[in-house]
C-alpha cells in the first residue's frame, strides 16, 4: 500500500487514541465501536486503521500489515518487541501489573517458607521474569480473561493482572501484594516503514509526540 496504515484496538486505548490522531490531522471516518467494519477510512486519503484485537497490534505491525499501531506496554512485553521501533510512549491507558491474591492467603509468609504457588495471567512471560527476578517458585496457568476468578475458584492461589483503580480487585475480594510494573500505552512503528516511509511516517510521530501531555 502506497500510503499508511494504522493498527488500532477497540475500548479504552481507541477513546484516548482519537485526540492524539486528530493532533497529526487524522480523524477516522467511522466509530468502531459501532460499526463492524474492520478497516476504516480516515479524513486523509493516505491513511487508513485496521482495528484488531489489543494483543495482535504488536503482530500486524511487526510484519508490515500495519506501518504504525498503539499498543499497551503489557501487550508489548509479551510480544517481545522483535522488528518494532518504539519512539513514543503515549501516556494513555495507565494503570499498573500487579499481584494479587484473596484478602485472607498470607502471601509474604508463603513466599518466606519457598512455597510453590499457582499464579493465574495472561501475563506468562512478565510473571515469569518477575518471579524469578524474586526467587519465588511458580507454576504459571496461562489464562486470556477474568484472572479474578482464578483464585475464587480455586485454580490457583494468586494472579498477575493490570490495575488501575483497585475496584475490580475489592469486588472479588483480592488484595494487591506486589506491584510489578507501571504501564501505559507506546506508539510502535514497523522499522522497515519507517525507512521505506519515512515522509509520511516522521510528520505523525512528530505530531503526535507534541500532543502528548
Ligand atoms: P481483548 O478484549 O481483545 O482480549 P484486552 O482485554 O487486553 O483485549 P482492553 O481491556 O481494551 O483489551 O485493554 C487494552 C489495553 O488497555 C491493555 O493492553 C492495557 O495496556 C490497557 N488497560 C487494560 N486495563 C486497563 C485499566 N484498568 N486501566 C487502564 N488501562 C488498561
Ligand atoms: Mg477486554
Known amino acids: 500500500m502506497n500510503g499508511i496504515t494504522i493498527a488500532l484496538s477497540k475500548g479504552r486505548i481507541f477513546e484516548?487514541?482519537?485526540p492524539l490522531l486528530a493532533a497529526a490531522g487524522i480523524v477516522p471516518s467511522e466509530n468502531p465501536e459501532s460499526s463492524r467494519k474492520l478497516i476504516i477510512g480516515t479524513n486523509r486519503e493516505?491513511?487508513?486503521?485496521?482495528?484488531?484485537?489489543?494483543?495482535?497490534?504488536?503482530?500486524?505491525?511487526q510484519y508490515g500489515a500495519a506501518d504504525l499501531g498503539i499498543a499497551g506496554k503489557d501487550v508489548l512485553l509479551e510480544h517481545g518487541g522483535a522488528g518494532l521501533y518504539?519512539?513514543?510512549?503515549?501516556?494513555?491507558?495507565?494503570?499498573?501489573?500487579?499481584?494479587?491474591v484473596p484478602a485472607g492467603f498470607d502471601y509474604a509468609a508463603a513466599v518466606q517458607r519457598g512455597a510453590?504457588?499457582?499464579?493465574?495471567?495472561?501475563?506468562?512471560?512478565?510473571?515469569r521474569e518477575h518471579?524469578?527476578?524474586?526467587?519465588?517458585?511458580v507454576d504459571l496457568i496461562k489464562l486470556y480473561g477474568s484472572m479474578e476468578?482464578?483464585?475464587?475458584?480455586?485454580?490457583?492461589?494468586?494472579?498477575?493482572?493490570?490495575?488501575?483503580?483497585?475496584g475490580t480487585l475489592k469486588a472479588n475480594n483480592l488484595v494487591e501484594v506486589e506491584d510489578i510494573m507501571p504501564i501505559s500505552s507506546r506508539l510502535v512503528v514497523n522499522q522497515a516503514s519507517l525507512k521505506t516511509k519515512r515522509e509520511l511516517i516522521q510528520p505523525v510521530i512528530d505530531a503526535i509526540a507534541g500532543a502528548v501531555k
Open 16 to 18: 484516548e487514541t482519537l
Open 131 to 137: 518471579f524469578a527476578a524474586k526467587g519465588v517458585h
Open 149 to 166: 476468578l482464578a483464585p475464587l475458584a480455586g485454580l490457583a492461589e494468586a494472579i498477575v493482572d493490570l490495575v488501575s483503580s483497585g
Open 86 to 100: 518504539q519512539p513514543l510512549d503515549l501516556k494513555i491507558a495507565k494503570c499498573r501489573m500487579s499481584v494479587a
Open 116 to 127: 510453590r504457588l499457582r499464579v493465574a495471567t495472561k501475563y506468562i512471560n512478565t510473571a
Open 46 to 61: 493516505d491513511v487508513r486503521v485496521v482495528i484488531v484485537r489489543a494483543s495482535d497490534v504488536p503482530t500486524y505491525v
